[in-house]
Every structure is written in structure tokens, then in C-alpha cells.
């Protein structure tokens, strides 16, 4: 296990989120060890905001040490407001072999249950048994973009490996909790060559599935056909869950209208 060295504090925690799946939102930590290469808004934001320095600095995380107060303070003056608070969107509540971070994740997210309010949790990490223990009503997800352990090394290399993400995620399912997945940033071919539709097959299981494109990327870009290819993809995602019955979510932007006879 890894040990948390760096602590802050806030004066707030849970804010309204414009990212359009979600609705409020709390970040109890600044950072995130996973150290995805492939372009991090949540890292060039900070970044740009000054509240890291470098990537070696976000790659350390600091825990909010207060996070639990400050639920204890803010939870009454939402609670009407939320329909679900999710965890998080600009770091990882479950970072891969950081047991304080858990703790405290589970700790938040069994004192926002017990406000009355549902959480939607999303991982590059792994999601523990313990989470079944927690409100039914709660989702857990998982972001997967390949199957590739390889892939995953060297452009998420502090995240969890494939094998155990999908492990821990059917565990939970099976358990009778709510299960997702996100496929964001899915990478263009230029990255890395694989099938969706052996992913979609890997995790079909799951009771939603989210799609995304990479975005802030100079590789998929200069890909010439990939607004075709997202196309494609998200066209991909929308037969597989409407043929097993499973919800579905194409992020805003992976679709384009295209002209014909020009290229794209």
C-alpha cells in the first residue's frame, strides 16, 4: 500500500457540476497517482489554476483532511437539492493502492447515504466489496478505454490493471448493486489499434455504458477520419446496449455531422 504524505483543508466540498451526466459533485482529494498521459483536464485545469505545480506534484496526492466535517456542515443546507452526488470528477476517489483515500471515500460516501442521498462513484482504481454494504441505490463505475495491460502501463501507469477493475466492478454487480462504465478518452487508431467491440463485450454486464471521445489531443486530431471514426464508435456503443438492453450515454461532441464529398 501507498501512503498518503500530503494533507489540505477546504472551506467548501460539494459544489453543482456542469458536466451533463452529472448534477453536484466533491473532490476530497487534490491529485491523482494514476498519472494518465493521454491529456488529464482535471490536471491542466489545476495546473493552470496553480494548485499543482508539475505532473510530479499532481501525481502526489493530498487528502482534505476536513472532508467529513465539511459534509457534516453542507449535507443539510443540499440534501433537497441533490439528486446524486457524484464522486469525482477531477480526482479518483479510489486511487489504485491508497487505502486512506478509501477509507475516506467510504467513509463520505456512507455519511452522504445516510442524508438520504445516492452516489455515483467512478474508478481507475478498485472498487471495494464494502461498497455492496452501502445504499442499493447508489452506481459504481468503472473508466475502461482498452483491454490492453500494455496500453493501460504506459498511458494510465498508477492506475489498476484491467483485470482488476473489471473484477472488482462484477463483484459489486453481482452483489446486486448498480453497475457503469465510462469509455473515456477512447483513443483513435493512430494510438492504438483494438476492437470496441471486444470491450463493450468485456463489460457487458454492466447496466450503463458512457462513451467519450479524447479530446485536447494533438494525436487523434491529426487522425484525418476521426470524426468519422467517433461516429462509428459511438453508432457501435448505441446497436450493442440497445441490443442488450442496457442505458447508454454518448458524451457531448463525439458525434459530428458530416458533409458529404468533403473531408474529415
Same mark, same amino acid.
Given at each position: 500500500?501507498?501512503?498518503?504524505?500530503? $494533507?489540505?483543508? !477546504?472551506?467548501?466540498?460539494? $459544489?453543482?457540476?456542469?458536466?451533463?451526466?452529472?448534477?453536484?459533485?466533491?473532490?476530497?482529494?487534490?491529485?491523482?497517482?494514476?498519472?494518465?498521459?493521454?491529456?488529464?483536464? &482535471?490536471?491542466?485545469?489545476?495546473?493552470?489554476?496553480?494548485?499543482?505545480?508539475?505532473?510530479?506534484?499532481?501525481?502526489?496526492?493530498?487528502?482534505?483532511?476536513?472532508?467529513?466535517?465539511?459534509?457534516? !456542515?453542507?449535507?443539510?443546507?443540499?440534501?433537497?437539492?441533490?439528486?446524486?452526488?457524484?464522486?469525482?470528477?477531477?480526482?479518483?476517489?479510489?486511487? $489504485?493502492? $491508497?487505502? *486512506?483515500?478509501?477509507?475516506?471515500?467510504?467513509?463520505?460516501?456512507?455519511?452522504?447515504?445516510?442524508?438520504?442521498?445516492?452516489?455515483?462513484?467512478?474508478?481507475?482504481?478498485?472498487?471495494?466489496?464494502?461498497?455492496?454494504?452501502?445504499?442499493?441505490?447508489?452506481?459504481?463505475?468503472?473508466?475502461?478505454?482498452?483491454?490492453?495491460?500494455?496500453?493501460?502501463? !504506459?498511458?494510465?501507469?498508477?492506475? &489498476?490493471?484491467?483485470?482488476?477493475?473489471?473484477? &472488482?466492478?462484477?463483484?459489486?454487480?453481482? &452483489?446486486?448493486?448498480?453497475?457503469?462504465?465510462?469509455?473515456?478518452?477512447?483513443?483513435?487508431?493512430?494510438?492504438?489499434?483494438?476492437?470496441?467491440?471486444?470491450?463493450?463485450?468485456?463489460?457487458?454486464?454492466?447496466?450503463?455504458?458512457?462513451?467519450?471521445?479524447?479530446?485536447?489531443?494533438?494525436?487523434?486530431?491529426?487522425?484525418? *477520419?476521426?470524426? !468519422?471514426?467517433?461516429?462509428?464508435?459511438?453508432?457501435?456503443?448505441?446497436?450493442?446496449?440497445?441490443e442488450h438492453h442496457r442505458a447508454y450515454h454518448?458524451?457531448?461532441?463525439?458525434?459530428?455531422?458530416?458533409?458529404?464529398?468533403?473531408?474529415?
Amino acid at each position: 500500500m501507498k501512503k498518503v504524505t500530503k $494533507y489540505i483543508s !477546504r472551506k467548501t466540498l460539494i $459544489y453543482k457540476t456542469d458536466v451533463e451526466y452529472g448534477d453536484y459533485t466533491m473532490n476530497h482529494v487534490l491529485g491523482c497517482s494514476h498519472g494518465c498521459k493521454y491529456p488529464c483536464y &482535471a490536471y491542466l485545469q489545476k495546473k493552470r489554476f496553480g494548485n499543482v505545480t508539475s505532473y510530479e506534484d499532481w501525481c502526489a496526492p493530498a487528502l482534505v483532511k476536513n472532508t467529513l466535517e465539511l459534509l457534516d !456542515r453542507e449535507l443539510p443546507k443540499f440534501k433537497n437539492k441533490i439528486k446524486i452526488l457524484h464522486l469525482c470528477f477531477t480526482t479518483d476517489p479510489f486511487m $489504485y493502492e $491508497y487505502d *486512506e483515500i478509501q477509507k475516506m471515500s467510504l467513509s463520505a460516501i456512507k455519511k452522504v447515504n445516510d442524508a438520504g442521498i445516492k452516489c455515483s462513484v467512478l474508478t481507475k482504481g478498485i472498487l471495494p466489496i464494502a461498497l455492496a454494504d452501502l445504499s442499493k441505490d447508489n452506481e459504481y463505475g468503472v473508466t475502461l478505454v482498452s483491454l490492453d495491460d500494455g496500453f493501460r502501463e !504506459r498511458m494510465e501507469p498508477g492506475a &489498476a490493471p484491467i483485470a482488476e477493475r473489471l473484477s &472488482a466492478l462484477k463483484a459489486l454487480h453481482e &452483489a446486486g448493486c448498480k453497475t457503469w462504465v465510462s469509455i473515456e478518452p477512447y483513443p483513435t487508431p493512430n494510438i492504438i489499434q483494438q476492437d470496441l467491440e471486444a470491450i463493450l463485450e468485456a463489460v457487458s454486464f454492466v447496466d450503463k455504458i458512457i462513451f467519450g471521445r479524447m479530446n485536447y489531443s494533438k494525436e487523434t486530431s491529426s487522425y484525418k *477520419e476521426h470524426k !468519422r471514426f467517433y461516429n462509428e464508435c459511438a453508432q457501435k456503443v448505441i446497436e450493442f446496449c440497445t441490443e442488450h438492453h442496457r442505458a447508454y450515454h454518448i458524451k457531448d461532441g463525439t458525434i459530428t455531422p458530416l458533409k458529404e464529398n468533403k473531408n474529415v
